[in-house]
């Protein structure tokens, strides 16, 4: 049986992991409804998104800075949430000896 993400709120940190950064960032380019969280995606369908969220930004050289202000004021307020969130959560953004 293939695995399944378990959604952004659901997943590790609170959501601070490469799989959930494609979610957000699908979120920012308005791919995916903000309610959408990925929750029971195959690796497949994330991979299909990755692909999609890449595209997206190519066209602003993946940097944030580059996006047009109303972009860039979403992907600031959908990040900020979730490192908030993530902090909630008990996640530490300081690297560990072994991180």
Known sequence: MEQRYKGVY???NGGMTHL????????VFGLLPEDQDGKGWTSGQIQQLYDKVSEEWE???HLPSRLTPELRNRHQRIYEASVERAR???WNPELGEDD
Request: no cysteine.
């Open 88 to 90: 909630k959560n008990g």
């Open 20 to 27: 959930a950064q494609i979610i957000k960032d699908a979120w």
């Open 59 to 61: 066209k602003y050289g």
């Open 10 to 12: 659901s997943d590790l």
